[in-house]
């Protein structure tokens, strides 16, 4: 199981970036294919991002495609997720996981949710 701990979320104006960063200690992260969530208070988690074991997959919510870029850093035990042209509705806690093939968080394979990290963007 690998622990995670999110970083990098702040306040941002529309139409402006931010990157945020995901580093996993534990077990070997390069085992696990990773993804980004999202939450807003009062809703369910929703998936926004995953890539593969050795980077060379990714997938998107149709919200984010084209705004949004998941990579990863074996090395450094690192998933990122690069965000562009924010828009207000992207305003949510944000969250790594392991995920499985279908994109859901994998739960066998991490401690518990990381603290999150959160991201407003203002109108």
């Known amino acids: 199981q690998v622990q995670l701990v999110e970083s990098g979320g702040g ?21 696990y294919a990773m993804g980004w969530f999202r939450q807003v208070p009062g809703k369910e988690r ?6 593969g074991r050795i980077g060379a997959s990714t997938n ?3 919200s984010v495609k084209g705004r949004f870029t998941i990579s ?3 090395a450094k035990s690192t998933v990122y997720l690069q965000m562009n042209s924010l828009i207000p ?9 392991p995920v499985r093939p279908d994109f859901t968080p994998n739960p066998h394979a991490m401690d518990s949710w990381g603290k999150g990290t959160l991201v407003t963007v203002s109108s």
């Open 11 to 31: 306040l941002v104006q529309a139409g402006g970036s931010l990157k945020l960063s995901c580093a996993a200690s534990g077990r070997t992260f390069s085992n």
């Open 46 to 51: 929703e998936f926004v991002a995953s890539i």
């Open 60 to 62: 998107y919510a149709d």
């Open 72 to 74: 990863r850093d074996n």
């Open 89 to 97: 509705e992207d305003t949510a806690v944000y969250y790594c996981a």
